[in-house]
Nanobody
Framework: QVQLVESGGGLVQAGGSLRLSCAAS????????MGWFRQAPGKEREFVAG????????YYADSVKGRFTISRDNAQSTGYLQMNILKPEDTAVYYC?????????????????WGQGTQVTVSS
């Protein structure tokens, strides 16, 4: 079992930055890949970024490529999502998730554990 807790969300103006954190506890976090997803009101949950268990591989949705950076610190059992040049369309609840995969998964059903989510609101 892996427990995930997100933090770092909030209200920011367009063009600003936020850094989300995902603190993990339970089974060895370092053996799991990690992903960030988001869900806006009335929309389906969508993949944002993923990182391999080692941290050596990353993958981003086209909508955030060049603006967001995913990283992890396995010694601290924590994952991060640095979000820069935020846009109003980035407004959503952001979730971190953990799963075991060989290549980074964009499918939410391939992740076994989920956090409770943190709200990110970008004002124009």
């Amino acid at each position: 079992q892996v427990q995930l807790v997100e933090s770092g969300g909030g209200l920011v103006q367009a063009g600003g930055s936020l850094r989300l954190s995902c603190a993990a506890s339970g089974r060895t976090f370092s053996t799991y890949g990690m992903g960030w997803f988001r869900q806006a009101p009335g929309k389906e949950r969508e993949f944002v970024a993923g990182i391999s268990w080692s941290g050596l591989s990353t993958y981003y949705a086209d909508s955030v490529k060049g603006r967001f950076t995913i990283s992890r610190d396995n010694a601290q059992s924590t994952g991060y999502l640095q979000m820069n040049i935020l846009k109003p369309e980035d407004t959503a609840v952001y979730y971190c998730a953990a799963g075991r995969y060989i290549t980074i998964e964009q499918r939410a059903n391939q992740y076994n554990y989920w956090g409770q989510g943190t709200q990110v609101t970008v004002s124009s």
